[in-house]
């Protein structure tokens, strides 16, 4: 699955336990009639992912979701949901200055002043 969207937050990579388990989070804010903040998690070695991103950057964010049972010292079961991401793709158009030629002024866009209705036309429109 995945979710676009523009990044409002990125946290910083937290270390948690003796075996060096890390977790980092990233909230990204859906584009549409109702924006959502979607936390999503990244663990492990896909922490490092989020390294060159930054607030207000439009993403995909390729995700699975995760689901946990966890019964308490008084015996009730609880559920347990989480959204974690395994892939960010950055959606700013790239710039490709060195492909593009520039574009002249408006000024070299001047109207005709020598225009006949008369004048045989082969546009198709």
């Given at each position: 699955?995945?979710?676009?969207?523009?990044?409002?937050?990125?946290?910083?990579?937290?270390?948690?336990?003796?075996?060096?388990?890390?977790?980092?989070?990233?909230?990204?804010?859906?584009?549409?009639?109702?924006?959502?903040?979607?936390?999503?998690?990244?663990v492990?070695?896909?922490?490092?992912?989020?390294?060159?991103?930054?607030?207000?950057?439009?993403?995909?964010?390729?995700?699975?979701?995760?689901?946990?049972?966890?019964?308490?010292?008084?015996?009730?079961?609880?559920?347990?949901?989480?959204?974690?991401?395994?892939?960010?793709?950055?959606?700013?158009?790239?710039?490709?200055?060195?492909?593009m030629?520039?574009?002249?002024?408006?000024?070299?866009?001047?109207?005709?002043?020598?225009?006949?209705?008369?004048?045989?036309?082969?546009?198709?429109?």
């Open positions: 699955m995945e979710v676009q969207g523009r990044i409002k937050m990125v946290d910083e990579t937290k270390t948690y336990g003796n075996n060096g388990f890390r977790k980092r989070e990233l909230v990204v804010t859906t584009e549409e009639q109702y924006p959502q903040h979607i936390l999503i998690e990244f492990q070695d896909k922490c490092d992912l989020l390294n060159n991103f930054s607030a207000g950057q439009m993403v995909k964010v390729s995700i699975n979701l995760r689901g946990r049972e966890w019964v308490n010292p008084q015996g009730e079961t609880k559920y347990f949901n989480s959204i974690q991401g395994w892939r960010v793709e950055s959606l700013q158009p790239e710039s490709n200055t060195g492909n030629p520039p574009v002249p002024p408006m000024e070299a866009f001047e109207p005709v002043d020598d225009y006949n209705e008369e004048d045989h036309d082969d546009l198709p429109f």
